[in-house]
């Protein structure tokens, strides 16, 4: 069983940057594959960023490739996500998410395991 909660979102401005952190319990975080998704209203839940198990694999998705990095620190249960340049289609809910599989996967009900989101809403 693994409990995700995030934090740091909140309003900025377009071209600023933001800090997403997911603190994970249980013993076990450093064998789940982890994951951000994002949902704006009355949109499906969205793929944007993963990382395997070890931090050497990460994935993204093509609308945040080389503005957004996922990072994780497995000695401190906790996986990030650094957004610079950010656009105001980047306004979302931001939710971590945990899979117990070996790979990145970009369909939401893969995971297992969610977060409650953070808010992040950027202004133009």
């Known amino acids: 069983q693994v409990q995700l909660v995030e934090s740091g979102g909140g309003l900025v401005q377009a071209g600023g940057s933001l800090r997403l952190s997911c603190a994970a319990s249980?013993?076990?975080?450093?064998?789940?594959?982890m994951a951000w998704f994002r949902q704006a209203p009355g949109k499906e839940r969205q793929f944007v960023a993963g990382i395997g198990w070890n931090g050497a694999f990460t994935f993204y998705a093509d609308s945040v490739k080389g503005r957004f990095t996922i990072s994780r620190d497995n000695a401190k249960n906790a996986v990030y996500l650094q957004m610079n340049s950010l656009k105001p289609e980047d306004t979302a809910v931001y939710y971590c998410?945990?899979?117990?599989?070996?790979?990145?996967?970009?369909?939401?009900?893969?995971?297992?395991?969610w977060g409650q989101g953070t808010q992040v809403t950027v202004s133009s």
């Open positions: 998410a945990a899979n117990n599989t070996i790979d990145v996967k970009i369909s939401a009900p893969l995971y297992d395991y």
């Open positions: 249980g013993r076990t975080f450093s064998r789940y594959v």
